[in-house]
């Protein structure tokens, strides 16, 4: 109880101190320079979610990072066994990143500023008009440069078992012609889901599998590519 309640006064205590940097990014924005907004926002927001996790005690352990595309974005599909997946990936794959967010998220102070500025996407989903214009917006923040995290699952499996894949998820993908990395991340559920939202120190293996290019996946039937993909994580999981 202890660290969890150390855990979360450090989590608002070092979203506060990013504040500054929030206001640097807003200036730099202003101001055309946004090679350097971008910079700035990837850093500060990797050592906040490196820091986030770091506290818990746990051990993160990448694997496969040369399946990563060397340049252009990309579309990270994950299993999503936890909350402390988002900084896990943050944290720890060394790329910047936006995500697909459900749209309570937007109700954090300073957290949405930051999600905002990194080109993240909020997702209504008990509004299916909402939810194609968010997967739309999504599609055209990759065409500009954004790579983004998807978890089809919609909601935390909070444990090894996954749940099925929305196919829906994918028309992000297929809209932006991008390609598919799929991630397994396996164990972040032990972090605070399997101790009753108390946080523990846990080892987390986060496998990054070979991407999928748009010639192979682009005239598939998204229910069947949502198949395929759960599948080569699942696999992954069950190893």
């Not at 599909?77 to 998220?105: A, T, Y």
């Not at 078992?161 to 992000?172: Q, R, T, V």
């Not at 946080?199 to 598939?220: D, M, S």
């Amino acid at each position: 109880m202890v660290r969890t309640a150390i855990w979360f006064a450090y989590f608002w205590y070092r979203l506060i101190i990013t504040y500054p940097a929030l206001l640097k990014a807003k200036k730099l924005y202003k101001s055309g320079q946004k090679n350097e907004m971008e910079k700035l926002i990837f850093k500060t927001a990797e050592k906040w979610a490196y820091s986030l996790v770091k506290l818990t005690g746990s051990t993160i352990e990448v694997r496969g990072r040369e399946n990563l595309p060397e340049t252009g974005p990309f579309v990270i599909v994950s299993n999503h066994q936890g909350n402390f997946d988002i900084p896990i990936l943050l944290g720890f794959l060394e790329r910047p990143i936006g995500f697909i967010s459900k749209i309570e998220v937007k109700k954090l102070p300073i957290v949405r500023d930051w999600m905002v500025y990194m080109n993240c996407v909020f997702l209504d989903r008990q509004d299916r008009r909402q939810a194609i214009k968010a997967i739309n917006q999504g599609a055209e923040n990759i065409k500009k440069g954004t790579s983004i995290v998807i978890f089809p699952e919609g909601t935390r499996s909070k444990g090894m078992e996954m749940n099925p894949f929305k196919s829906g998820s994918f028309k992000l993908a297929q809209k932006a012609e991008a390609t598919i990395v799929p991630i397994a991340i396996n164990g972040s559920y032990k972090i605070m889901e399997k101790n009753g939202n108390r946080i523990k120190p846990a080892n987390v293996t986060v496998t990054i599998l070979p991407n999928i290019q748009p010639a192979v996946y682009q005239e598939k039937d998204l229910k069947e590519l949502a198949l395929e993909v759960h599948q080569l994580i699942n696999n992954q999981l069950k190893k």
